[in-house]
């Protein structure tokens, strides 16, 4: 049964690097037909996409969050990781690690985003 | 960006009756190898949000077949034949067709 699960610290101060990783168990990240990713639900609001990977291609980020963004993996821990640097008030969110099945009917594309970690809140305050 | 409206915001249903959300996106959701990858998802208080339906109308593994999704090019729709009190809760759609991916503001489900 596939398991993703995000850890970093809840808090974080207002210009700092918001940093989170994803250990996945039971599927590998460098596996075939998936990409991998990270999506944020600030509260009471509904999810923003942040980017995705899929392992030996490059990553696709979100335009709005790009330019403070990075993901990146680490194969030998099964795990990928986020970074968000100056992050401010508005950074408040759960930020969920997720896996997106990929498919393949001439094209490449993604066909949905099937399993999602449990998601760990992340405070921007000083 | 491709952008998502979800309609009603909020639905009470009595249990046992049916309800219907729609969804519309501004612009076709038809990919270039002809496929249309629309999914819904559900989210429950206090839990990630849920796969249930994909490529508009594919229930997701362990979905009961009281949920069913339709629709075409831009206007699609997620129902529920008999609404549940495990029904409750906030659901989305959301467009995989590009990058960016996007989500529909949430309708939300309760029970009157």
């Known amino acids: 049964q596939l398991q993703l699960q995000e850890s970093g610290p809840g808090l974080v101060k207002p210009s700092e690097t918001l940093s989170l990783t994803c250990t996945v168990s039971?599927?590998?990240?460098?596996?075939?037909?998936?990409?991998w990713g990270w999506i944020r639900q600030p509260p009471g609001k509904g999810p923003e996409w942040i980017g995705s990977?899929?392992?030996?291609?490059?990553?696709s980020y979100n335009p709005s969050l790009k330019s403070r963004v990075t993901i990146s993996a680490d194969t030998s821990k099964n795990q990928f990781s986020l970074k968000l640097s100056s992050v401010t008030a508005a950074d408040t969110a759960v930020y969920y690690c997720?896996?997106?099945?990929?498919?393949?009917?001439?094209?490449?594309?993604?066909?949905?985003?099937?399993?999602w970690g449990q998601g760990t809140l992340v405070t921007v305050s000083s | 960006d491709i952008v998502m409206t979800q309609a009603p915001l909020s639905s009470p249903v009595t249990l046992g009756q049916p309800a219907s959300i729609s969804c519309r996106s501004s612009?076709?959701?038809?990919?270039?190898?002809?496929?249309?990858?629309l999914s819904w998802l559900q989210q429950r208080p206090g839990q990630p949000p849920r796969l249930l339906i994909y490529?508009?109308?594919n229930r997701f593994s362990g979905v009961p077949d009281r949920f069913s999704g339709s629709g075409a090019g831009t206007d699609f729709t997620l129902r529920i034949s008999r609404v549940e009190a495990e029904d409750v809760g906030v659901y989305y759609c959301?467009?995989?067709?590009?990058?960016?991916?996007?989500f529909g503001g949430g309708t939300k489900v309760e029970i009157k």
């Open positions: 997720a896996r997106h099945d990929r498919g393949y009917s001439g094209r490449y594309s993604v066909l949905s985003s099937d399993y």
């Open positions: 039971g599927g590998s990240i460098s596996g075939d037909s998936y990409y």
């Open positions: 990977f899929y392992y030996g291609e490059s990553t």
């Open positions: 612009q076709s959701l038809v990919h270039s190898d002809g496929n249309t990858y």
């Open positions: 490529k508009i109308s």
């Open positions: 959301m467009q995989t067709t590009q990058f960016p991916l996007t």
